[in-house]
């Protein structure tokens, strides 16, 4: 037990990180817009964990989030306010651009990490789920179904990431991401306009 708790202890803020991670994604299932509110937190204190592991860009990433958070709740609370913000789905050429951009900048990225230098242990994956994170983050701004697609993809790949480089609440939360992207997908669907 008292290795548990010294585990916790040494990586609080990936411990509190995921807490609030959690709280985040559970509310922007059921469109509840404190879901923005517990995505600033989670973000604050991921920054911190992050850090601490030399993942640069998902330092930078956390910053976004937060940026994603105010953008989001603005836009649902004018949304709601208006009963305009109605969950949709997109086109597959639509996605298909989102890709390849996300793929371009993935590339992009990576070669920036290596050149600049900027301590990052695994430059392709910090720049691949970076950028694969936003993508859907800026997309459930919008209430677009495909968001939680991409969220499954790129928690199963960040899932096995953090569980071969030991950081076990971070594959904890990317791992329980994957149950929570479908049922986000599931219930959103059932929103469509």
């Known amino acids: 037990m008292m290795e548990i708790l010294n585990y916790i202890i040494d990586n609080i803020y990936q ?10 994604v559970i509310f922007s299932i059921k469109q509840n817009i404190l879901c923005w ?19 640069p860009l998902q330092v930078m990433m956390q910053l976004f ?45 990576t070669i920036l990490l290596k050149e600049l230098n900027l301590d990052s242990s695994y430059p392709f994956l910090d720049s691949l789920m970076f950028v694969f994170n936003i993508i859907p983050m800026y997309l459930t701004g919008k209430k677009v179904l495909e968001s ?23 594959c904890f939360l990317f ?13 959103w669907k059932k929103h469509m306009t």
Do not use: R
Request: charged share 10%.
């Open 15 to 24: 411990f509190l990180g995921v807490i609030f991670s959690i709280v985040y």
């Open 37 to 55: 509110h517990a995505l600033i937190i989670a973000s604050i204190l991921n920054m911190f964990a992050y850090n601490l592991i030399d993942l």
């Open 65 to 109: 989030f937060i940026g994603t958070a105010i953008y989001g709740w603005y836009n649902w609370h004018q949304g709601e306010d208006k009963g305009k913000l109605k969950v949709k789905s997109w086109d597959t050429s639509k996605h298909i651009k989102w890709v390849s951009f996300g793929l371009l900048t993935t590339c992009v990225l």
């Open 148 to 170: 939680w697609i991409y969220f499954i993809l790129i928690d199963i790949v960040s899932g096995v990431f953090y569980l071969i480089t030991n950081q076990y609440f971070f």
């Open 175 to 187: 791992f329980c991401y994957i149950g929570f992207a479908i049922s986000g997908y599931k219930t």
